[in-house]
Nanobody, 124 residues
């Protein structure tokens, strides 16, 4: 089981980025897939999740209306489309996967599988 996150970079405030999370060794559609982020000196925080075997999604209030989580079953890859980026969005972004009921979907402890992280820097 492996997750590979990519797509981070430097962007101006108001700009957009799309992060990708390529899964190998398992069927990503059968897992709940989430994005978390961690800014310097802060705890890892929940960003968004797409529930296993469905299109149900949940978002942190801070990104609702700006970020969209999705996945492509044919490519076994998940995505996080980030629009209207703000300097406060600067962080290392991690994708994670969980095969369980994923009840506490906003808790990092719920996810046994993690990608390596990709840095997003939003400049003002």
């Amino acid at each position: 089981v492996q997750l590979q996150a990519s797509g981070g970079g430097l962007v101006l405030a108001g700009g957009s980025l799309r992060l990708s999370c390529a899964a190998s060794g398992f069927n990503l559609y059968a897992y709940s897939m989430a994005w978390f982020r961690q800014a310097p000196g802060k705890e890892r925080e929940f960003v968004a999740v797409i529930k296993r075997s469905s299109s149900t999604t949940y978002y942190a209030d801070s990104v609702k209306g700006r970020f969209t989580i999705s996945r492509d079953s044919a490519k076994n890859t998940g995505y996080l489309q980030m629009n209207s980026l703000k300097p406060d969005d600067t962080a290392v972004y991690y994708c994670a996967a969980d095969w369980s009921w994923n009840i506490r979907y906003n808790s990092p402890a719920e996810y046994p599988y993690w990608g390596q992280g990709t840095l997003v820097t939003v400049s003002s």
